[in-house]
């Protein structure tokens, strides 16, 4: 199998005029079509510079990264919105929802910007919320709902575009233990009903053992990975083994 994700000798570097900060060294992973990953790391391990450089959203210093076939250092800035636009949806810890605008007008927006047909933005809105279990929340605005609500209409969101990919910064971080677990059912959902490959970034082992590997970075490095068998308890208890091993914070949510 191809991958769809392939990360070739990643190095990334802050500063200049001799003070540089090292975030990333020689990094090298692939992740499958239709894979749910995690990837977890002590504070300052470079997991979020990961998924930045990965996701188009930051450049590498040295290194390749090849997503669906492509060579990202190659795209123009043109080439990349439409890359972005085509392939990859994005999630983060804040919602980043607008305040005035509908739950059902947040989720429609990508696709009402492209000038697509307003009877298929109804279809895919309806079709993704019902995933979601927020179709009864689409008249509603932001502030009227929960938190997890919220989260789930920001992928709602990001998957409306139907990207490959969506990456996903902290996203439970900001949600209660039930609304996290729900958050992340809904993840593996996606994945298996189309398909989507899911990236996640995340210091919580519980959410970590929601995914079908982990890849664990210490001082910009892999320092080890993880993949299930199928039995999320057993898989939880070797990530905490594996933090613990790492020095890393021991977030027992579960």
């Not at 239709?34 to 977890?40: P, Y």
């Not at 398909?195 to 996640?200: H, P, R, S």
């Not at 299930?228 to 027992?252: D, P």
């Amino acid at each position: 199998m191809t991958p769809v994700i392939a990360v070739k000798n990643l190095t990334k570097l802050y500063g200049g005029r001799g003070v540089l900060c090292r975030a990333l060294y020689q990094v090298n992973l692939e992740i499958d079509p239709g894979e749910f990953v995690a990837v977890m790391g002590p504070s300052g391990s470079g997991k979020t510079t990961l998924l930045h450089i990965i996701s188009t959203i930051d450049k590498p210093s040295q290194g390749q990264i090849i997503i669906d076939g492509r060579e990202t250092g190659g795209l123009k800035e043109q080439e990349l919105a439409l890359f972005r636009r085509d392939v990859i949806g994005f999630v983060f810890q804040e919602f980043n929802l607008l305040d005035n605008m509908t739950i059902g007008d947040n989720i429609a927006l990508p696709l009402t910007l492209n000038n697509v047909n307003a009877a298929v933005i109804l279809r895919k809105v309806e079709e993704l919320t019902t995933l979601f279990g927020i179709d009864d929340q689409l008249d509603k605005y932001p502030y009227q709902l929960s938190g997890g609500q919220k989260q789930r209409a920001a992928v709602c969101r990001a998957l409306v575009n139907e990207p490959k990919i969506l990456f996903a910064d902290e996203p439970t971080g900001a949600l209660d233990s039930k609304a996290a677990s729900e958050l992340l059912t809904c993840f593996r959902n996606v994945r298996t009903q189309y398909g989507t490959t899911v990236v996640l970034v995340t210091h919580d082992a519980s959410a970590a053992s929601y995914c079908d590997r982990v890849f664990f970075l210490k001082d910009g490095m892999i320092s080890g990975k993880l993949e299930t068998n199928g039995n999320s308890e057993a898989f939880f208890k070797k990530i905490l083994n594996m933090v613990a091993l790492m020095g890393g914070e021991r977030n027992e949510r579960l």
